[in-house]
């Protein structure tokens, strides 16, 4: 069974949500809490982020349990200000989508090990410049690698094949946001965690844009009827990765998921206010194992490419 037979579990084909769509009311609290969502995210990674500097907390406990956080905030808002309220994940996605973020988790993990010790061994320890360049700085150059590598991945037939898992289901929510083989996670990672530290960005600098990268990535995919308005000139939103997960290529831009500098830099920004996808999804379902296939989802890339048909004579 995958996402595209999960009406047996409740939910309806979010191929036709643009016609089943049911937003959150129009009340005062919900008005409320859609202008809030993101500033209240933001403060807390300047919250976290300060007290992490000024008490000298240990990354390795900040970053999980900040985005831990970030992911429950999110998911509450989900139920209290939906964009689509057929994007719920049913009972079977829950589980596939749990098991796909601990598999990514995991594996991130124990292949980022090498990278973690040469940024801690490269990193230097205290800042080589007042923070207040160095963070600025730091997301530049992270963001920037970011979005190479996330568009190589849909421009390279072999990274495709890595990281065309994620774009298998036809919604968009938090909970899908782990939906990712491990190695399309593991490169993308790791060739942003080697930037920053070459470049020569300290840990503390890099601990801050972590945890703005983190709770971005959450951000951008969560299912919540927000709307940012000309910041999206700025920094990615919802608005703007629902388009990037669109069927009709046309308009699946935005590889940025922190920064829309580089979209607009590279012609890559497609959103304009009101612009809103049909449809969610991969154009061709059939080129990718269902998300509840995860096994083969795992193995795609390395699954026999079918031979090309011959030409007609």
Aim: hydrophobic fraction near 45%; charge should be neutral.
């Amino acid at each position: 069974m995958d996402e595209r037979a999960s009406a047996a579990d409740g939910e309806i084909h979010s191929a036709d949500y643009s016609d089943s769509r049911k937003r959150a009311g129009g009340n005062c609290a919900a008005r409320i809490l859609r202008a809030a969502a993101y500033p209240v995210l933001l403060l807390a990674v300047v919250c976290v982020g300060v007290s992490a500097l000024r008490l000298r907390w240990d990354p390795a406990w900040v970053s999980p349990l900040f985005l831990v956080g970030a992911i429950a905030y999110l998911a509450l808002l989900e139920r209290l200000i939906p964009y689509d309220r057929n994007w719920h994940p049913g009972k079977d996605e829950w589980r596939w989508y749990g098991i796909y973020f601990l598999l990514t988790m995991a594996g991130s993990g124990l292949a980022q090990l090498l990278v973690a010790l040469a940024v801690g061994l490269i990193s230097p320890q205290e800042p080589t410049y007042p923070l207040g360049i160095e963070i600025p700085g730091a997301l530049l150059a992270g963001s920037l690698v970011s979005y190479l590598v996330h568009r190589l991945g849909h421009r390279n037939a072999l990274l495709w094949r890595l990281h065309g898992v994620h774009h298998v289901p036809e919604k968009v929510n938090v909970a899908n946001n782990g939906v990712n083989h491990v190695l399309d996670i593991v490169l993308a990672q790791s060739l942003v965690q080697l930037t920053l530290a070459l470049v020569g960005f300290s840990r503390p600098a890099v601990l801050v844009v972590g945890l703005f990268v983190a709770a971005q990535g959450y951000f951008v995919h969560a299912n919540i009827d927000v709307r940012i308005g000309p910041l999206n000139h700025l920094v990615a939103g919802p608005e703007q990765h629902r388009l990037h997960h669109s069927t009709e290529l046309s308009e699946a831009g935005h590889y940025g998921s922190d920064l829309s500098c580089w979209d607009h830099l590279f012609g890559s920004f497609t959103w304009r206010p009101g612009r809103e996808p049909a449809a969610v999804g991969l154009q061709d379902p059939t080129s990718f194992p269902g998300t509840g296939e995860i096994l083969a989802a795992l193995l795609h890339p390395w699954r026999r490419r079918p031979a090309p048909a011959p030409d007609p004579e």
